[in-house]
Every structure is written in structure tokens, then in C-alpha cells.
């Protein structure tokens, strides 16, 4: 992981320097993850992932307990989906583990996120790649609010944002969760060490803004913010008045959810006793939250890590399995809708999909929270879609995108007996896209 950068904070307005009614430091970082060297896909010459900062959110440990059962569907209620049309996907790569529990390949009969548009606030995309072809019917837009004039360099030097933009929407090499939908990159840090901290909270803000200013001329209607600070808190109070708060507010109020990832410093937390919360942004109750589960087993020799270093707080695992909560995912127990807590997880170790190197067709395999979101973004992607289908409207209510996710996600314990950190013995619920689909199907059906 990348050394952290301290943030100074000081008042501002929204597209201000970053602050909190506690005059505090909020430290911006962009931890380095694990990664691995990817196969290329269909003949297509091997590339390794460079050595970027993984921005924000990391994986934890194995050996959960049977997880509950799945939401109340029933046989009759959710009809086995037809067979995928392959066609529209040929030589593409699926992400395998990833839809092993997320069922998005199925959800994808429903609806591929057609007239859908995301904002992917992050280190830039690499909108050459065929992931994102033709670039200018899928790349909507693209600015960098790194500086106080907002420019259109979105250049992507570490390869953290093409990623979660390739999780979220790649349909050419890779598919992702909804391959159909537009993108619009806004850059807002590096990814590398030359990042500052304050710099990066001005420019999420920044970000936010934009996408608020814009969101009708590109239709937008969802932010994945895979960026965090490195703090764990289990509640938003000292977070009234900060730019971003205000701008995360200000996109919910007109349904645009933020989906942020949780953070990935579980182990630095929890050496002695599990420690509940999340990174901010992510702990805005206006935010859609994030964690990680395993979604395959941990191979030190295979490239999948089962210890992680100092800088996470050296959290490990003797072993890995679907549905672990990752062991270095953040973590705090959702009690109510309205309340702060980790709305949903999703898989975050480990995910494969677009690189930066290379002709355009180049893979990569990494890990953390900010995996997680773009799935969980993909997903609300979807749900959107379907909506704006069955009823003409693009923004549905956040309350009900929230209820749906949750209702229809899978049951899963942090209850692991073979991870070095102490676990939280609570029940958190992860992401299934098909469910999701049918429980708002199901929903606008009989309301």
C-alpha cells in the first residue's frame, strides 16, 4: 500500500478545500493492493497489472458459518431465466467468480443497463481499451477535477479507475455488470504517491458538484466512488458541514446515489477486538455502502494473498471461501434503512477485468472494497434500467433501490474462525443482481 498523505482540512464552500465541523484531519489515501498477472483472453498477449495504488478498500479472511438462507423468493416467484443471448457477448470474458454469487448474467436477460449513465469518480479511464469501444457512444463525457479549473485529461497512469470502470460496465474483452450503460470518468486523484490527501478531498467535492451541475445533460444517475480516507467510524455526526457530505447530500436529494467503498483497513482496526465501522465517505447514511466478500480461496502462490501487509495492519487467513467476509474490509452492522451501516457487500477478491496495458485488450486480476462497489453500482445500474422500462422514470427513490438490494441479498455471517482479527459475530447481506431484479419486478408489480 502506498504511504497515506495527511490532509489538512480548512471551511469552504462545496467546491472548497475539505473539512469537518471539527477542524480534524481527513487523510485521502490510495492503498496499494495485491494483484495478479491476468491470462489474456482470447489469444490476447499477457499483461500484468502495474504496480498501482488499489485505491481504498482491501480483502479479509475465511471460514464463516452457513450463511441464512436466500431471500423469501419461491420456485413460482423467480422462474429459472432463459438462456443468455451469447451472441452479443462472443469472445468475451465473464467474470466467473464474481457471477458465481452475484447471478448478473442471468439479471442481464432482464436488462443490460440500457439509457443508464454512472459517474465513475476515480484515477481516470483508459477509454482506448475495447472494453468501453466505441468510446464515444459508451464515454459519454469525461473531465479531471484535480485542479480548480476542470479540464478533459481523464489519462488513467495506474490503472484503479479503467478497472472499476470495466467491473462496472465492460462489454468487449470483459463484460460487466451492466455492459450496456454509459460512463462518464471523473478524475479526481492519481492513484499515486504524488497524490495529496486535501487535494483529493477538494476534488471529490469537486467531482460531486460536477456530476450535480450535469447530471440532466448526461442523464446520470448514479456515482461509484471506490476512494476513501483512512479513518473507521461508526456514525456521520462530526461529518455535517464537510463538501463532500453536502454534495453526496444534495445528489441523494434528487436520486442519485453515491455507492462508496467501505475502506479496507479492518486489520489496522481490529488487532485486539473487532472494531465496527467504515471509512468516510462511505459512513454517510446518504451513501450506499459497500464491503467485500472472498469469492474463491486465498493461494499465496497463485497470486491471491492470504496475509496482507503492515500497512493493513498484517490481518490473514488460513484459508478462504464465497461469502467470507474479506479480511480487510470495513465492516459495521446495518440496523435500520435509515441508520449508519454497511448497506450491502458484494465480491472483492477477487475480480478480473480491464487493464491499461498493451492494444486496448489487456486484463487484470485484483482485490478490496473497490471491487465491491462497481458491482453494487452495476447492480443499481440494472435496477434502474428495469425502472425506467416499466415505468418511464430514471431516478426511482434511494429508499426503494436501497430496499430492494437488501431485501433480496443473501444472508452472510461474520463468524470466521480462521482469520488473525476478531470478527464482529454480526449478519450482513450481499449483493445478488438476478434476486434484485425480480424483487423490484415483483415490487412494482404489486404496489
Sequence with gaps: ?????????????????????????????????PTQLAPAPSGLDEVARPPWLDQIQKSPPPGLGEPEAMPPWSDEMVPVPPALDETIFTGARWMDEVNQLVHYS??????????????????????????????TLRIVAGVNCMTETVGGDITDAT??????????????????????????????????????????????????????????????????????????????????????????????ARNIPVVAAAGNLY????????????????????????????????????????????????????????????????????????QCGTDIFA???????????????SSVVTEGTSEAAPIVAGVIALLQSLHLKRTGERRPP???????????????????LVTSCPVTNKSFRRVDAFAALKQLELDMATS
Design 106 to 135: 442471468d439479471a442481464l436477460n432482464m436488462t443490460k443497463g440500457e439509457d443508464i449513465t454512472v459517474a465513475v469518480l476515480d484515477t481516470g479511464c483508459f477509454v482506448e481499451h475495447r472494453d468501453f469501444s466505441t468510446s
Design 398 to 416: 434511494i429508499a426503494m433501490l436501497r430496499s430492494v438490494l437488501r431485501r433480496s441479498a443473501r444472508t452472510i455471517l461474520d463468524n470466521s
Design 347 to 361: 465480491p472483492g477478491s477477487w475480480v478480473r477485468s480491464t487493464g491499461i496495458d498493451g492494444d486496448g485488450g
Design 159 to 252: 490503472g484503479h479507475g479503467s478497472h472499476v470502470a470495466g467491473v462496472l460496465a465492460a462489454n468487449g474483452v470483459h463484460i460487466g455488470l451492466a455492459p450496456a450503460c454509459r460512463l462518464v470518468p471523473v478524475k479526481v486523484l492519481s492513484g499515486t504517491k504524488a497524490d495529496d490527501g486535501a487535494a483529493i478531498g477538494t476534488a471529490i467535492a469537486r467531482g460531486l458538484n460536477w456530476v450535480l451541475d450535469n447530471a440532466d445533460t448526461f442523464a446520470i444517475s448514479v456515482v461509484c466512488l471506490s476512494v476513501g480516507d483512512n479513518g473507521n467510524y461508526d456514525n456521520d455526526q462530526d461529518f455535517a458541514g464537510n463538501a463532500i457530505t453536502e454534495a453526496v447530500q444534495a445528489l441523494a
Design 267 to 338: 486489520g489496522l482496526f481490529a488487532r485486539d477486538t473487532a472494531a465496527q465501522g467504515m471509512c468516510f465517505p462511505a459512513i454517510l447514511r446518504e451513501a450506499i455502502s459497500v464491503g467485500a466478500v472472498y469469492d474463491q480461496p486465498c493461494d499465496d502462490f497463485a497470486g491471491r494473498p492470504c496475509r496482507l501487509g503492515a500497512d493493513y495492519g498484517s490481518p490473514s487467513t488460513d484459508s478462504s471461501r464465497p461469502d467470507q467476509l474479506a479480511i480487510y474490509t470495513q465492516r459495521m452492522e446495518k440496523v435500520t434503512d435509515d
Design 1 to 33: 500500500m502506498g504511504d497515506p498523505t495527511q490532509a489538512r482540512d480548512g471551511h469552504a464552500s462545496a467546491r472548497g478545500p475539505i473539512s469537518d465541523v471539527t477542524g480534524r484531519v481527513l487523510s485521502f489515501v490510495v492503498p496499494a493492493m
